[in-house]
């Protein structure tokens, strides 16, 4: 059977090679913003309770996409970037929690994606990412015919989170933030115009320039892998049986870990429960199918069973909770 990640990786779609792509939206719900990032495969999980905002503002061609997103719950990512990119940007000011990949999160990081891998991302409460997605075969050609760099080796050797010196992070930031300011201006441009051409010639070399300006430490501190997988076994077993989801003690015999260990890695990781975060997935379902219609002949109860919840009270409690709202009000929107 397919593991979630790699579902999500079928189909990967390329960037435009001519046309442009612009988009600045703003959402109120999370599985909308998952959905909302061009060219990108993602599945979200809200995982802190509370009402959702997000922002998106990304602009792609010629083998290029720049975007910024913003949210404002901790949400546990699982996607896939374009076909054959490289994903290189800078975190905005990190306040909780958060891990890219396997390692947090800091002020100044330099956060990066090697082509065709699987992203997981973990977000704090406030989070904010600048981003480059940049064909690889067009990065590492110009790296090494205009920096002399040799990418591939660059990335054997850096993590996905590296921090980067004030001065660089500065930089980085500067430019994202200049392009994005001007965003609606530059989505008028064509792909050919000379301006154009310009602006991607500083995109590629700021990114290398970053990627190379990192020191890799001899010393690392331990990162959350195995931590990450054990919650990865737990999200695949979940949706697996939705209508009888796993107690924690078939998972930890299972898993052939100890209930203490089990709740550790998902209190190092997403900062939750197993138990929340059973019950946040199979909540953040509900309200797919009922924003979505899938189960449209099904009333709010019939979803609810679907995915475990039993006690009608209870599931509408924690609904609430979670989102913000009641699960009939969700439904009205769709009507």
């Known amino acids: ?50 009402s959702f905002h997000g922002e998106i503002d990304s602009i792609a061609t010629r083998g290029i996409q720049l975007f910024r997103e913003s949210m404002t719950c901790s949400v546990d990512e699982l ?7 490289y994903v290189i940007g800078i975190a ?31 977000t704090s409460h406030q989070s904010e990412i600048s981003v ?15 920096l002399g760099i040799d990418l591939r080796r660059v990335f054997g050797k850096i993590r996905p989170v590296e921090l980067l010196a004030e001065t660089q992070a500065e930089s980085m930031r500067r430019m994202f933030n200049d392009f994005f300011l001007h965003l609606p201006p530059m989505a008028r441009i064509t792909p050919n115009h000379a301006a154009w051409s310009h602006f ?24 959350i892998r195995i931590h990450r997988y054990l919650v990865n076994r737990v999200r695949e077993r979940t ?34 429960t197993p138990v929340s975060y ?5 909540l953040n379902r509900v309200r797919a199918d009922l924003q979505t219609g899938k189960r449209s002949g099904n ?3 019939d979803i609810a069973i679907h995915w475990g919840f039993w006690h009608m009270s209870l599931f509408s409690r924690y609904y609430k909770a979670l989102f913000g709202e009641l699960p009939s009000e969700t439904r009205s929107r769709q009507a």
């Open 278 to 282: 059973i019950r946040n997935i199979r």
């Open 79 to 85: 996607a896939s970037a374009p076909a054959n990119t």
């Open 1 to 50: 059977m397919a593991t979630p990640n790699q579902r999500i990786a079928v189909g990967r779609q390329a960037l435009p090679a001519n046309s442009m792509s612009a988009v600045r939206l703003r959402n109120s719900d999370v599985l909308q913003q998952a959905q909302a990032l061009p060219f990108w495969s993602q599945d979200y999980t809200q995982l802190s309770a509370g």
């Open 299 to 301: 009333s709010i109860a």
């Open 132 to 146: 480059a997605v940049i064909d690889a075969e067009r990065l590492d050609e110009y790296a090494q015919q205009v």
């Open 239 to 272: 949706l697996a049986s939705p209508l009888c989801p796993p107690s924690i003690g078939e998972l930890c015999r299972e898993l052939n870990v100890s209930r203490r260990t089990l709740n550790h890695a998902f209190m190092r990781v997403l900062g939750i």
């Open 92 to 122: 905005g000011k990190v306040t909780g929690a958060s891990h890219w990949g396997s390692v947090a999160l800091s002020d100044n990081s330099l956060i990066t994606l090697d082509k065709n891998a699987e992203l997981v991302f973990r």
């Open 200 to 223: 991607e010639d500083d995109i590629m070399s700021e990114c290398v320039q970053a990627l190379a300006s990192v020191k890799p430490l001899s010393h690392r501190t331990a990162d």
